[in-house]
């Protein structure tokens, strides 16, 4: 199986920033795609970003120009670099990858447990 690890939240005042930190570890081949999202109470979960191995990305339009997602494709490693925070971005943040675990075409769809941002106004 694939294991998805992330840390790096906290409580920031709003203006400051915080980075995320993930890891995808166990069966693996190759990831294609490694993502956030985000979930604050009574919410649906939304993708905050998301990044290619090609290093092409895309984010939610709320996020752009204060956030920053980039990845280690060897290391299956992705960070999320998360500035100006405002309020509304507190929410549990979650990494996913998506790949394949074998040369068989095994896929893969794996979550990390979630890490707490918390943004104070």
């Known amino acids: 199986q694939v294991q998805v690890v992330e840390s790096g939240g906290g409580l920031v005042q709003a203006g400051g920033s915080l980075r995320l930190s993930c890891a995808a570890s166990?069966?693996?081949?190759?990831?294609?795609?490694m993502a956030w999202y985000r979930q604050a109470p009574a919410k649906q979960r939304e993708l905050v970003a998301a990044?290619?191995?090609?290093?092409?990305?895309r984010y939610v339009d709320s996020v752009k120009d204060r956030f920053t997602i980039s990845r280690h494709n060897a290391r299956n490693m992705v960070w999320l670099q998360m500035d100006t925070l405002k309020p509304e971005d507190t929410a549990v943040y979650y990494c996913?990858?998506?790949?394949?675990?074998?040369?068989?075409?095994?896929?893969?769809?794996?979550w990390g447990q979630g890490t707490q941002v918390t943004v104070s106004s």
């Open positions: 996913n990858a998506i790949g394949t675990q074998n040369v068989f075409g095994v896929e893969f769809n794996s």
């Open positions: 166990g069966n693996i081949f190759r990831v294609s795609t």
């Open positions: 990044i290619e191995r090609d290093g092409t990305t």
